[in-house]
């Protein structure tokens, strides 16, 4: 049954507003004083093209600013796109092969579907990858979903198998939060940034720390290795203003305008490849 945050605000709204006898049916219809008068489908309020008594002007006028939400952002991986509403919900389209679209399934997908996070928290920024998504939360935690193999998701392996496991639900990232992965007696990390690469993910902290983590085949992650990790690490002590990834390609921008680059270069940074930073 379609009933998610947004929607509840819709019922209460109409409610109040408009003083009228509202309810959704099992296959989204919204009823009016015991009409059909039209479904919430993805993004959209869909008015029926029969007349109702229920006079749809005045009831577009009641749900105009809860039912049509703006889009604030949006990103891609392969095949697959994902929006972030100004409202803070999230909707995923296309392929799920690796739990990308965050619906607790395989399925792909050709219709917008509304992602849930724990406790309907509402979400502040997005990121993709190849087939990865992170996502910062209004009450700064973080969530990541779909690939996991290279350790992407910063989640690190599966408990019970070792193993790197995809995830096709939001899942917390513990590593920044208090007592969390760290160990009992950590702060909590605030992250304001993040930016993927194919498999690779990069973290900005509101301190300026970076951090890193996943697929590090080219030296993607700048730590002057080529081991993939699965837990976040310290990646530079540049402060960084800005950072851009490729699919296995680092690019940072400093606060003393300086520009430093590593990873794989097939041409992308202008030099061979490269394990530390490098202008």
Same mark, same amino acid.
Not at 57 to 73: A, E, F, H, M
């Given at each position: 049954?379609?009933?998610?945050?947004?929607? $509840?605000?819709?019922?209460?709204?109409?409610?109040?507003?408009?003083?009228?006898?509202?309810?959704?049916?099992?296959?989204?219809?919204?009823?009016?004083?015991?009409?059909?008068?039209?479904?919430?489908?993805?993004?959209?309020?869909?008015?029926?093209?029969?007349? =109702? =008594?229920? +006079?749809?002007?005045?009831?577009?006028?009641?749900?105009?600013?809860?039912?049509?939400?703006?889009?604030?952002?949006?990103?891609? @991986?392969?095949?697959?796109? &994902?929006?972030?509403?100004?409202?803070?919900?999230?909707?995923?389209?296309g392929e799920n092969n690796y739990g990308q679209l965050g619906q607790?399934?395989?399925?792909?997908?050709?219709?917008?579907?509304?992602?849930?996070?724990?406790?309907?928290?509402?979400?502040?920024?997005?990121?993709?990858?190849?087939? !990865?998504?992170?996502? &910062?939360?209004?009450?700064?935690?973080?969530?990541?979903?779909?690939?996991?193999? +290279?350790?992407?998701?910063?989640? @690190?392996?599966?408990?019970?198998?070792?193993?790197?496991?995809?995830?096709?639900?939001?899942?917390?990232?513990?590593?920044?939060?208090?007592?969390?992965?760290?160990?009992?007696?950590?702060?909590?990390?605030?992250?304001?940034?993040?930016?993927?690469?194919?498999? !690779?993910?990069?973290?900005?902290?509101?301190?300026? $720390?970076?951090?890193?983590? @996943?697929?590090?085949?080219?030296?993607?992650?700048?730590?002057?290795?080529?081991?993939t990790i699965s837990y976040p690490q310290v990646m530079t002590s540049?402060?960084?203003?800005?950072?851009?990834?490729?699919?296995?390609?680092?690019?940072?921008?400093?606060? +003393?305008?300086?520009?430093?680059?590593?990873? =794989?270069?097939? =041409?992308?940074?202008?030099?061979?490849?490269?394990?530390?930073?490098?202008?």
């Amino acid at each position: 049954r379609f009933i998610d945050r947004r929607t $509840t605000v819709l019922l209460k709204t109409i409610r109040e507003r408009g003083k009228l006898n509202t309810e959704f049916n099992q296959d989204n219809d919204l009823i009016v004083e015991n009409q059909i008068i039209g479904r919430v489908e993805g993004l959209n309020f869909i008015f029926n093209n029969t007349e =109702s =008594s229920i +006079e749809k002007k005045r009831l577009l006028l009641i749900t105009k600013d809860i039912v049509v939400s703006k889009i604030k952002n949006i990103v891609t @991986g392969y095949a697959y796109t &994902i929006f972030l509403t100004e409202d803070g919900l999230v909707y995923a389209v296309g392929e799920n092969n690796y739990g990308q679209l965050g619906q607790g399934n395989y399925n792909n997908s050709d219709k917008k579907l509304l992602v849930t996070f724990p406790n309907n928290i509402t979400i502040s920024q997005i990121s993709s990858g190849e087939e !990865h998504v992170l996502c &910062i939360a209004s009450d700064n935690k973080i969530y990541g979903f779909g690939k996991n193999e +290279e350790g992407q998701l910063g989640l @690190g392996p599966n408990s019970s198998t070792n193993n790197f496991t995809n995830y096709n639900t939001p899942q917390l990232l513990q590593y920044f939060e208090a007592d969390g992965s760290r160990g009992i007696g950590t702060n909590k990390i605030n992250i304001n940034n993040i930016v993927c690469g194919a498999y !690779h993910t990069i973290f900005i902290a509101d301190d300026n $720390t970076n951090y890193c983590v @996943g697929d590090n085949r080219f030296g993607q992650l700048g730590n002057g290795n080529e081991i993939t990790i699965s837990y976040p690490q310290v990646m530079t002590s540049y402060v960084i203003k800005q950072v851009a990834c490729g699919n296995y390609t680092t690019i940072i921008l400093t606060n +003393e305008n300086k520009i430093y680059s590593w990873g =794989s270069n097939s =041409s992308e940074i202008g030099r061979a490849h490269v394990w530390t930073p490098v202008t």
